[in-house]
């Protein structure tokens, strides 16, 4: 009887935010009433708040489900062997997410609470991170793997925001190619690396690349993560 519970559960909530989804694509923000999810959804209105505390509650788990399906988009593609090349796809993947689902990506970039980011928007920013990290490791990276991350982060998010408030027919097409360039110009090198890149990109490339190595124990590891980010600092 119990696993029954559990089981009508699981299937209430998936519809829920599956109907909730295809109100906020239809409506944004303000078509998602528990009125209009509970008849979309074919449960009752207690059910909504049982299962989800209140609306934000509720749209918490619509930006949960809609990260989940991009980063399995994100995560689909195989990566290659030129690491700025993937950065470069990722960008445009997270921008057309963006121009696709704006109602969605309002939620999960526009409206978050200060200081505070949901687990799928961290695992979201883990992926990116990843990918600056390969670059770090083919030696590509001009700045430090934070410093880089954030700026992705900030440009590719603050682009698509603007071209969501921006109405369709005065878009300009090559808006998110000439900011996705220049972020990429910014941080990375071209292939292959210059002979004598300086410390700064050294220490970029082997802070990179420390975790793989068991040589250092955990104290040493630290203190030459210090070293090499200050180091790294000094790059431009």
Do not use: C
Not at 122 to 150: M, N, Q, S, T, Y
């Amino acid at each position: 009887m119990e696993n029954d519970d559990v089981t009508t559960a699981d299937g209430n909530r998936e519809r829920i935010v599956a109907a909730a989804a295809r109100l906020l694509a239809e409506g944004g923000t303000d078509a998602v009433s528990t009125r209009a999810v509970s008849a979309a959804a074919g449960v009752q209105p207690p059910t909504i708040y049982r299962l989800f505390g209140d609306k934000q509650g509720l749209l918490d788990a619509v930006v949960a489900h809609g990260f989940a399906a991009y980063l399995a988009d994100k995560t689909a593609a195989e990566p290659t062997d030129d690491p700025v090349a993937d950065l470069r796809a990722g960008w445009d993947l997270h921008v057309g997410l963006g121009l696709a689902n704006p109602a969605l990506y309002l939620l999960m970039y526009g409206q978050q609470r200060p200081g505070a980011s949901s687990p799928a928007a961290l695992d979201a920013f883990d992926v990116l991170a990843g990918h600056i990290r390969r670059i770090a490791e083919a030696g590509r990276l001009r700045v430090p793997e934070d410093r880089a991350a954030a700026l992705v982060h900030a440009a590719g998010s603050g682009t698509t925001l603007a071209l969501i408030a921006t109405p369709e027919e005065r878009r300009d097409p090559e808006l998110s190619h000439t900011a996705r360039d220049a972020v990429l110009a910014a941080i990375t090198t071209d292939a292959p690396a210059a002979p004598e890149p300086g410390p700064a990109a050294a220490a970029v490339t082997l802070r990179a690349a420390l975790p793989r190595t068991d040589a250092l124990t955990a104290s040493e590891s630290a203190l030459m993560r210090e070293w090499l980010d200050r180091i790294a600092g000094q790059a431009r």
